[in-house]
């Protein structure tokens, strides 16, 4: 039996004045105006373009944006704590010609008490094909690079695992232990149910409590017509889905030793 998103929201809130409002807030939304990616002395930057494939919510002050270091050598993202990213692939062939669905990365920011209104949603979203794949994954990394953050993408194709460790930048991803075998692996597999009802699960309960605070129409357009078992068509609540998956990643903590304390080889403090 296919469960499409809608009828599972109604059914989870048992109310259609809940739904009405999820409805509503579609045709509310101002898209905004879509950006492009650029180098600007080697930091990224998001500029406005009428030929851009990008729609920002909230860019990040100067001095915290395109954070990162380098753990054994690799690239990695310094600013996880700010939230995570989704990516659904654009599948088939190489060149946008050629078909297929789009391709979505969704950056989610990580709800905080601090800010309830202005956290726990979407602040970038990507939708669109661009001419090959390879350019669409330097779109990713580079939108990585900025936020901060680390992503979570189904692995249907894996051709955007295979670029992001060509270019040293696998440390940007989010691995996932594959059930057959238990061995580590870059993204989700599509055969897990599990995955695949829990992504769909997320989905309902972020339209349900913070629908208000997506931007991005296409976004709630496609969660309105999900179908957990033909996902194709339905980029941007694949991607939006897949970012609020990988907020579930543990981050690991830095303890800062404390000031104005000297350490001996030995462990003795000298105060």
Not at 38 to 55: L, Q
Not at 120 to 126: E, L, N, T
Not at 150 to 176: A, K, V
Request: net charge neutral; glycine share 8%.
């Amino acid at each position: 039996m296919k469960i499409k998103f809608f009828v599972f929201l109604l059914t989870l809130v048992g109310s259609a004045v809940r739904a009405d409002s999820f409805r509503t807030r579609i045709y509310e939304i101002d898209i905004g105006s879509p950006h492009i990616i650029k180098m600007d002395n080697g930091r990224i930057k998001f500029v406005d373009d009428e030929k851009g494939m990008w729609y920002i919510k909230e860019l990040l002050p100067e001095n915290e944006s395109n954070k990162f270091e380098f753990k054994f050598g690799k690239q990695s993202p310094a600013n996880r704590e700010y939230g995570s990213a989704g990516l659904d692939p654009f599948a088939h062939a190489k060149k946008a010609g050629d078909g297929g669905s789009d391709a979505s990365v969704t950056i989610w920011k990580r709800y905080s008490s601090l800010d309830p209104d202005n956290s726990g949603m979407p602040v970038a979203f990507f939708i669109g094909r661009p001419t090959t794949k390879a350019k669409f994954h330097e779109q990713v990394a580079n939108a990585l690079i900025y936020y901060g953050v680390r992503c979570l993408g189904e692995r249907s194709p894996t051709d955007w695992c295979d670029w992001f460790e060509e270019n040293g930048l696998e440390n940007y991803l989010i691995e996932t232990k594959r059930k057959s075998d238990g061995e580590k692996i870059y993204g989700l597999a599509p055969q897990d149910k599990q995955a695949r009802e829990e992504h769909l699960a997320l989905m309902v309960e972020s339209s349900y409590s913070d629908h208000n605070k997506i931007w991005f129409r296409r976004i709630l357009e496609d969660r309105l017509h999900f179908d957990i078992d033909d996902r194709t068509d339905y980029d941007g609540a694949m991607s939006s889905g897949m970012a609020i998956m990988a907020l579930k990643e543990s981050i690991p903590q830095t303890k800062e030793r404390p000031k104005n304390i000297r350490y001996l080889r030995k462990g003795k403090i000298i105060r």
